[in-house]
């Protein structure tokens, strides 16, 4: 349950400061910039921001989709 996991940690850290914005509505590429920002401004661990990378850009992460069997 990746996607659970990763929503419940992204509600919680990125929603502290801000409304939590739908993974749609930034670009899947731009992802990968805001969470190299957010992981310094809301001090996650590498764990952290891999987990939430997981929910934001699950076409992206290769192992997440090979779970899912894309």
Known sequence: MP???GIVLYRKKCGA???PY???EIKP???EKTLT???LR???TDDE???IRRYVEPDLVPS???SFGR
């Open 3 to 5: 996607e659970r996991e």
């Open 49 to 51: 921001i891999a987990t």
């Open 37 to 39: 920002e957010m992981k």
């Open 42 to 44: 809301a001090k996650l």
């Open 29 to 31: 590429r731009e992802w």
């Open 64 to 66: 997440h989709a090979a």
């Open 17 to 19: 400061c801000h409304r």
């Open 22 to 24: 739908a993974p749609s």
